[in-house]
């Protein structure tokens, strides 16, 4: 399928919008904030336009930045123009607030290395994802969905880039740091990722995917950046070094070379933008804003942190999206998702003996979306007390994030500890045990009847403890 052919009637219709009326002029319509997924409080934006690709929505989900709220983007960042020329849904979300600079708004990408799918913003991100996907009046393309943030946003964007490929068939970083970094001040400075630690970072944030289909997922996504060449907040060496790890990334599945510029008009300044393309097309981009701050590049109201001066983001990456998704009918569509799973660890049947500790031998949860979920599985009737003899079953049960769930049971069986066996001790001098059959002398040396243990000297001063565990049978020791 020729997607920029396909495009070409739905952008010049765009353009032609735009220069007609002069003025903002929207068919759709924005919600009232309300929670999605359990979590993020979110404005959705949704047209009443066609949609373009595939008779189903695409979906930009686009974040805000540290200080900023979800209401900066929806109100100045200009995403209705490109919604409606798409037939596009935009969400903006609002940050959870978790993590070590939650209380200024942030995004929690700050855990670097350590950040997973499964817990705090990055799952929310996800869960919202799913909920959008799962209501049908939007009618979303899963193979149609996108990712854009600004500061901590491009932050947990670049983050989720790897983490769930699965997700984002395209990712806008708008002045973010690399892939693993903790956003620390010296970071955020000068890059301290280099390229080779950027490309492992997000190969390994990959194996989070359910069902170990990360790089598959890769192999059909596309990445873009957005930087102002005077940020003093996120140095715009970032967007250099990212360009080069989201490029090292991909050239792992198909050779990548720089393709083509382009010049990107703008009132207070044009932007430079550098393509990287495979043999299939478009695939990386580089977009650098000249003489924009730490801002997102709305192209038309200015705002907190919104900049409407250059480069009109929203339209560009839309357009960039839609020409070059990999996943839509005639692309390269996504393999399948993983399958929600529970699994315990063998064995499920379990015996002990009356006071022997019992000791879990463990259990996996996975989910088809957020990967591993062990964490989340409850666990009942462990508690038994062990000195009781008797059978007890053990529950363990798990929900899924599509509402399903799983339970599954282990059997533990404690039996009665077998009666001590008879058993009494002598303690007597040698002389004393030979005499009364418990042991016998050989050379002057005395000797446990029974088992031939060696008691010493013959004689009244030495003596020893034997103990007679079956009839006629001595060891020298106490009874156990």
């Known amino acids: ?5 396909l495009l070409a009637p739905v952008i010049a219709a765009g353009c032609l919008l735009a220069t007609a009326s002069g003025a903002a002029a929207y068919s759709g319509s924005w919600s009232s904030e309300q929670t999605v997924g359990g979590k993020l409080k979110t404005f959705i934006y949704t047209p009443t336009t066609a949609p373009a690709l595939n008779g189903k929505r695409a979906l ?8 900023q709220k ?14 409606d020329q798409y037939g596009m849904v935009v969400a903006v979300p609002q940050a959870s607030g978790e993590g070590t600079y939650g209380f200024t708004g942030c995004w929690n990408f700050h855990t670097g290395n350590n950040a997973s799918r499964s817990s705090s913003d990055q799952k929310y991100l996800i869960n919202l994802v799913n909920a959008l996907l799962a209501d049908s009046s939007l009618n979303i393309d899963p193979a149609q969905v996108y990712l854009t943030g600004l500061s901590s946003g491009a932050g947990i964007t670049n983050q989720m ?44 944030f990959a194996t989070q995917v359910p069902g170990g289909l990360g790089a598959d997922y890769l192999k059909t996504q596309l990445w873009n950046t957005v930087h102002g060449t005077n ?68 192209g038309g109201n200015d705002g907190y942190y919104i900049d409407g001066d250059y480069v009109d983001y929203p339209a560009w990456i839309s357009q960039w999206f839609f020409a070059n998704n990999r996943r839509v009918d005639g692309g390269n569509p996504p393999p399948p998702i993983g399958e929600n799973a529970l699994v315990l660890e063998p064995p499920t049947a379990i015996t002990l003996n009356e006071c022997d500790p019992y000791q879990e031998p463990g259990y996996t949860a996975t989910d ?29 049960s798990v929900t899924f994030s599509d509402a399903s769930s799983a339970s599954e049971s ?7 500890a077998p009666p001590p066996a008879n058993c009494t001790e002598y303690t007597d001098d040698n002389y004393a045990h030979s005499v009364s059959g418990r042991a016998y002398v050989l ?13 010493g000297l013959w004689n009244i001063f030495t003596v020893t403890t034997l103990a007679e565990t079956s009839p006629g049978y001595f060891e020298k020791g106490s009874c156990p």
């Open 1 to 5: 399928m020729n997607i920029r052919k």
């Open 70 to 83: 979800n209401d900066d983007i929806k109100n100045d960042g200009n995403w209705e123009a490109a919604a």
């Open 410 to 416: 282990r059997t533990v069986t404690v039996e009665s």
């Open 443 to 455: 050379f002057g040396l005395t000797y446990a009847k029974g088992s031939g243990d060696a008691l």
């Open 368 to 396: 088809a979306v957020n990967g591993d979920i062990s964490n989340q599985v409850i666990v009942s009737g462990a508690g038994f007390d062990s000195c009781v003899a008797g059978n007890y079953t053990i529950d363990y």
């Open 161 to 204: 880039w790897c983490i769930a490929p699965d997700v984002f068939a395209g990712v806008g970083v708008n002045a973010g740091p690399a892939p693993g970094s903790t956003g620390s001040t010296l970071d955020l400075n000068s890059p301290s990722i280099s390229v080779s630690q950027g490309e492992t970072n997000c190969e390994n």
């Open 231 to 298: 940020d003093d907040s996120v140095a715009p060496a970032h967007a250099h070094r990212n360009a080069d790890i989201a490029v090292a990334v991909y050239d792992d599945y198909d050779n990548i070379n720089q393709c083509r510029t382009e010049t990107i008009p703008g009132s207070a300044g044009d932007s430079d933008a550098t393509i990287w393309c495979d043999s299939i097309g478009e695939r990386v981009s580089k977009i650098m804003a000249n003489g924009m701050g730490h801002a997102w590049p709305s």
């Open 60 to 67: 930009m989900v686009s974040l805000h930045g540290c200080v």
